[in-house]
């Protein structure tokens, strides 16, 4: 027994990582399907470290009826002409874009966070999957927002390239290889060089008539989300920025707290929290960098520290694999969620 799954985009990186997680995690399936562009139509991918592999289908010709759920990693475009017509076909659609996030009467999931808003899928039969850089903050701030209550959050990110896409993976690598042997360096994904470098612009600049004039979009989602998915009362001021990583994206996080909360509550607070793993040593080498959250579900934090400029304050470092917590597992756990709470196995 079990559900009707289709991965809608399953050849780009978040599609695979989500075939990889649906293996990993033994998620119950009846039947299991891998959807993409014509272009990739008739491909073979595996479906995750089993020996069992997957015919790519053609999204313009799929019929979504008698499907259970559809994971939707194909980006804004395909996803506003494909998703409403799977919806409409009976399947719960889970999407990794932008494009549903913030609309009233579609839930924005983080399933550690906020698992109680999925009972409102069913007016549209859409959720939605948060940004990735929102998705790995809110895990390490909501156990703390319940003890304290968050008033004020300033981030500051450190955004792999997997962010942008294969296109971002291969730009640094072939950057960082031009950058040895001497040849051009071609710039084609991001606005500046990305090897040996940062970049502290993430998607496109907010229009000037908004409170947001000077900030850029991907600076705009982390505030709106945080709002929709913890609180509305939490202000959120972010810094986005491109770093020469491949994957697993890092923030700096600044709290300010309605009530008092010390050090060792915090991480006592942490070591217990649903998706959170705290390393917190003060010494060196004790904390988690990208390079080591590669692969790993969990939200990990580390520099758990006093804001002595505020009265209420606190400072931490927080890491995750951003295709696989900011992205992929994220709409995995809202699926394995959707199952307990509202689907049944066929």
Same mark, same amino acid.
């Given at each position: 027994?079990?559900?009707?799954?289709?991965?809608?985009?399953?050849?780009?990186?978040?599609?695979?990582?989500?075939?990889?997680?649906?293996?990993?995690?033994?998620?119950?399936?009846?039947?299991? #399907?891998?959807?993409?562009?014509?272009?990739?139509?008739?491909?073979?991918?595996?479906?995750?470290?089993?020996?069992?592999?997957?015919?790519?289908?053609?999204?313009?010709?799929?019929?979504?009826?008698?499907?259970?759920?559809?994971?939707?990693?194909?980006?804004?475009?395909?996803?506003?002409?494909?998703?409403?017509?799977?919806?409409?076909?009976?399947?719960?659609?889970?999407?990794?874009?932008?494009?549903?996030?913030?609309?009233?009467?579609?839930?924005?999931?983080?399933?550690?966070?906020?698992?109680? #808003?999925?009972?409102?899928?069913?007016?549209?039969?859409?959720?939605?999957?948060?940004?990735?850089? =929102?998705?790995?903050?809110?895990?390490?701030?909501?156990?703390?927002?319940?003890?304290?209550?968050?008033?004020? @959050?300033?981030?500051?990110?450190?955004?792999?390239? +997997?962010?942008?896409?294969?296109?971002?993976?291969?730009?640094?690598?072939?950057?960082?290889?031009?950058?040895?042997?001497?040849?051009?360096?071609?710039?084609?994904?991001?606005?500046?060089?990305?090897?040996?470098?940062?970049?502290?612009?993430?998607?496109?600049?907010?229009?000037?008539?908004?409170?947001?004039?000077?900030?850029?979009?991907?600076?705009?989602?982390?505030?709106?989300?945080?709002?929709?998915?913890?609180?509305?009362?939490?202000?959120? =001021?972010?810094?986005?920025?491109?770093?020469?990583?491949?994957?697993?994206?890092?923030?700096?996080?600044?709290?300010?707290?309605?009530?008092?909360?010390?050090?060792?509550?915090?991480?006592?607070?942490?070591?217990?929290?649903?998706?959170?793993?705290?390393?917190?040593?003060?010494?060196?080498?004790?904390?988690?960098?990208?390079?080591?959250?590669?692969?790993?579900? #969990? =939200?990990? @934090? +580390?520099?758990?520290?006093?804001?002595?400029?505020?009265?209420?304050?606190?400072?931490?470092?927080?890491?995750?694999?951003?295709?696989?917590?900011? #992205?992929?597992?994220?709409? @995995?756990?809202?699926?394995?969620?959707?199952?307990?709470?509202?689907?049944?196995?066929?």
């Amino acid at each position: 027994m079990g559900y009707r799954v289709v991965v809608v985009g399953a050849t780009g990186n978040v599609g695979r990582e989500m075939l990889n997680i649906l293996a990993e995690r033994e998620f119950p399936l009846a039947d299991i #399907a891998a959807v993409a562009s014509p272009r990739s139509q008739g491909d073979i991918i595996d479906f995750g470290e089993t020996d069992r592999t997957l015919k790519v289908q053609s999204i313009e010709h799929f019929d979504f009826t008698g499907w259970d759920i559809a994971l939707f990693a194909a980006g804004s475009g395909p996803t506003r002409i494909h998703a409403p017509r799977a919806a409409e076909a009976g399947c719960v659609v889970i999407d990794n874009s932008s494009l549903y996030r913030m609309e009233r009467d579609v839930p924005l999931i983080v399933p550690e966070v906020n698992p109680e #808003a999925i009972d409102g899928y069913a007016k549209r039969n859409i959720i939605a999957n948060p940004n990735c850089s =929102t998705a790995q903050m809110v895990v390490a701030l909501k156990p703390l927002h319940d003890e304290a209550g968050i008033t004020r @959050v300033v981030v500051s990110t450190y955004q792999s390239v +997997s962010g942008a896409g294969k296109a971002g993976m291969d730009e640094l690598f072939n950057q960082t290889r031009a950058v040895f042997v001497g040849d051009e360096k071609v710039q084609e994904k991001f606005t500046k060089q990305i090897a040996f470098n940062v970049i502290p612009h993430i998607d496109v600049f907010m229009d000037a008539s908004s409170d947001y004039d000077g900030y850029t979009k991907e600076e705009w989602k982390m505030a709106a989300e945080t709002n929709k998915i913890l609180s509305p009362d939490i202000r959120v =001021t972010a810094t986005c920025v491109r770093v020469p990583v491949f994957v697993g994206h890092s923030e700096a996080i600044n709290i300010e707290f309605e009530r008092p909360i010390s050090v060792a509550k915090a991480q006592s607070i942490l070591r217990e929290a649903p998706g959170v793993m705290l390393i917190d040593k003060r010494e060196d080498g004790g904390y988690v960098t990208p390079v080591e959250c590669v692969g790993d579900y #969990a =939200t990990f @934090v +580390s520099r758990v520290r006093k804001d002595p400029t505020v009265e209420n304050g606190l400072t931490l470092w927080c890491v995750s694999d951003n295709l696989r917590k900011g #992205a992929a597992l994220n709409a @995995v756990q809202i699926a394995e969620l959707l199952g307990r709470r509202h689907l049944k196995k066929a």
